[in-house]
C-alpha cells in the first residue's frame, strides 16, 4: 500500500486485455489513466491506495475502446473523481456513453484535450500531452482513420518528475506516434515507455523505439489473449536493443517508485 512516502509511484495494474494505470505523486495526489475492461481495477486500487483514500483528483482515458472505458464506470460508483480528461472524438458505444452518464450525472465536466496541453501538479509533477495534435484528431475524425473506437488517436501522455519520465501511449499506432515526436519538442529520450497497444506490431518500430531509448519497457497485456499481443516482432526489437521488458501477464501489478532521479520496481503477481 503507498502512503505519502514523497516518492512518485506509477502503478501498471493487471486488468487482463487492457490498460490501467495507477499514479500516486508525491505529496499523494491520485491519477488514473485508463480503467481497463472491466471492474478489476477497483482490485488495484484497493492494494496500492489507503482504505480511507475515495478520491481519484484526475482521471485520464486514452480513448473510448472498451478494454480502457468499462473500468471507469465501476470507478465512477465508488470514487469521487476530481478532473477527468479525455480526448475530443465522437463515439456512440454502450460503455463510453454509460460513463459519460455517470460523470453527468455526478456534475463531473469534461475537458478534452490536445497535444501541447499541459496539467501541472503542484508537487514538482507534470502531465504533458503529447498528441493526438487538435489538426490529426479534427482531420482524421470520425470517419477517416480514427474510426469509432479512437485507437488510432490514443491520448499519449508525458509523466514528468524531476529527471524521471514515463510516456503513457494508450493504443497508439505508429503514424500516431511518429506525428508525436514530430511535433514535439525535446522530451525524448523517457525513462519508461509504456509499449503502445498491448504490445501489438502496428504500434511501434525500430526506429520510433530508438528514437525514445528507454531503460525500461511496459507491456499491459492479457494472458493468452485472442490477439496474440504481444507481437513477436515487438519483443525482438526489444531484445535487441536490450531494453528491460515487463509485462502484467507475467508480472502482475508492476510498481515503479522514483524520487525524480532514480527509480526502483515492486513486482506483485
Not at 503507498?2 to 491520485?30: E, M, W
Not at 454502450?94 to 497535444?115: C, D, M
Amino acid at each position: 500500500m503507498i502512503y505519502n512516502d514523497r516518492k512518485l509511484h506509477v502503478v501498471f495494474c493487471d486488468v487482463g486485455q487492457g490498460d490501467a494505470i495507477f499514479i500516486r505523486t508525491p505529496n499523494g495526489s491520485d491519477i488514473l489513466v485508463d480503467g481497463g475492461p472491466d471492474d478489476s481495477v477497483l482490485s488495484c486500487l484497493g492494494k496500492h491506495m489507503p482504505f480511507w483514500d475515495r478520491e481519484i483528483e484526475l482521471v485520464m482515458l486514452s480513448h473510448p475502446h472498451a478494454d480502457h472505458v468499462i473500468g471507469l464506470i465501476a470507478l465512477s460508483k465508488y470514487y469521487k473523481i476530481g478532473t477527468f480528461v479525455t480526448e475530443n472524438l465522437k463515439n456512440n458505444t454502450f460503455g463510453y456513453q454509460t460513463l459519460l452518464q455517470s460523470l453527468s450525472s455526478q456534475k463531473i465536466k469534461i475537458n478534452y484535450i490536445y497535444a501541447g496541453d499541459k496539467l501541472k501538479i503542484k508537487d514538482g509533477v507534470s502531465v504533458e500531452f503529447v498528441g493526438p495534435s487538435k489538426d490529426f484528431v479534427l482531420v482524421n475524425s470520425p470517419d477517416g482513420l480514427i474510426g469509432e473506437s479512437g485507437e488510432k488517436a490514443s491520448l499519449e501522455s508525458l509523466i514528468k518528475y524531476k529527471d524521471f519520465s514515463v510516456l503513457l501511449t494508450g493504443d497508439s499506432q505508429e503514424m500516431e506516434l511518429e506525428e508525436a515526436l514530430r511535433q514535439a519538442q525535446g522530451f525524448s529520450p523517457v525513462s519508461i515507455l509504456q509499449i503502445p497497444h498491448h504490445g501489438s506490431k502496428t504500434g511501434l518500430n525500430l526506429t520510433l523505439l530508438q528514437r525514445l531509448s528507454p531503460k525500461l519497457a511496459i507491456i499491459s497485456v492479457g494472458k493468452d489473449n485472442k490477439y496474440g499481443h504481444p507481437a513477436k516482432e515487438v519483443l525482438k526489437i526489444l531484445n535487441d536493443l536490450n531494453i528491460k521488458t515487463l509485462r502484467t501477464d507475467e508480472d502482475g501489478d508492476i510498481e515503479i517508485v522514483t524520487d525524480g532521479e532514480r527509480y526502483g520496481l515492486k513486482l506483485k503477481n
